[in-house]
């Protein structure tokens, strides 16, 4: 399964490897679409590959942590 996401990092995240802990952590393989980050903004959009609880589990993650995730669009089933 597939979902496409912003994420919008806190500024004291955007340093960190989020997206990498989350990924191995989860086993959700990410794909970057999209990316602005600079010392005061990070903004991605990623497509997150795997299975459905596990993609649930990371993004829940994201948002504990402070990330903004938002649904980009439908799911992608292939």
Known sequence: M????KLTFPQHLIKEPVIFTMAKKYDVMPNIRRARVTETVGEMVL??????????K???????????????EGDIIE
Do not use: M
């Not at 597939?2 to 996401?5: D, F, L, P």
């Not at 497509?47 to 649930?56: M, S």
């Open 58 to 72: 990371g993004i829940q993650s994201l948002r504990d942590q402070g990330v903004e995730v938002e649904l980009v």
């Open 2 to 5: 597939k979902k496409r996401v």
């Open 47 to 56: 497509e997150l590959e795997g299975t459905g609880e596990n993609l649930e």
